[in-house]
T-cell receptor, first 111, second 110 residues
Framework: DGGITQSPKYLFRKEGQNVTLSCEQN?????MYWYRQDPGQGLRLIYY???????QKGDIAEGYSVSREKKESFPLTVTSAQKNPTAFYLC??????????FGDGTRLSIL | RKEVEQDPGPFNVPEGATVAFNCTYS??????FFWYRQDCRKEPKLLMS???SGNEDGRFTAQLNRASQYISLLIRDSKLSDSATYLC???????????FGTGTRLLVSP
């Protein structure tokens, strides 16, 4: 079955450490997205990519980095510059303007 | 006006009740709108898309009022399993960027 796979489901970061969240899709979607959700808040866009080897900053890109070397993969790195990384991270994909399909998320916490 | 605004609720209703949520948006150029359902600690899942005046799918009806810039979601004959947070989503003009509302929480009780 086609879908979006995020890993790991839970992740703990030590202070000063960079961590990478994985997102893989086999839906053959061109566009991929990373969102962050904090308790009681809506989803906020971190980065998005409409084609391979191209990506754009979203609303809250500071302290994050991404790459898009393959159509299927869009990993997100949470760098040590992100001082408040504790959140629920959601990856999504879509074809053009079609609604986005989500992975089941990664919960990141600070040790 | 915020880009997307929803009443956070919670809306507490008994089983079988009809409940409606409203969502206002600021971008008058938006052409498509979406309702997502999000269960506690889970990912959002698409519930309905709205491209014209409205859409109906079983017990769920979404209506669009372009003049007043709001969309509504009506749930008839509420089930316990309808308990969730409902997110209103409006695309920005230009790129494939969606703006998510903070959600309206629904609690259906026996």
């Amino acid at each position: 079955d086609g879908g979006i796979t995020q890993s790991p489901k839970y992740l703990f970061r030590k202070e000063g450490q960079n961590v990478t969240l994985s997102c893989e899709q086999n839906l053959n979607h061109d566009a991929m997205y990373w969102y962050r959700q904090d308790p009681g808040q809506g989803l906020r866009l971190i980065y998005y990519s409409q084609i391979v080897n191209d990506f754009q900053k979203g609303d809250i890109a500071e302290g994050y980095s991404v790459s898009r070397e393959k159509k299927e993969s869009f990993p997100l790195t949470v760098t040590s510059a992100q001082k408040n990384p504790t959140a629920f991270y959601l990856c999504a994909s879509s074809i053009g303007a079609a609604p986005q399909h989500f992975g089941d998320g990664t919960r990141l916490s600070i040790l | 006006r915020k880009e997307v605004e929803q009443d956070p609720g919670p809306f507490n209703v008994p089983e079988g009740a009809t409940v409606a949520f409203n969502c206002t948006y600021s971008n008058s150029a938006s052409q498509s709108f979406f309702w997502y359902r999000q269960d506690c600690r889970k990912e959002p899942k698409l519930l309905m898309s709205v491209y014209s005046s409205g859409n109906e799918d079983g017990r769920f009806t979404a209506q669009l009022n372009r003049a007043s810039q709001y969309i509504s979601l009506l749930i008839r004959d509420s089930k316990l399993s309808d308990s969730a947070t409902y997110l209103c989503v409006v695309p920005n003009t230009g790129f494939q960027k969606l703006v998510f509302g903070t959600g309206t929480r629904l609690l259906v009780s026996p």
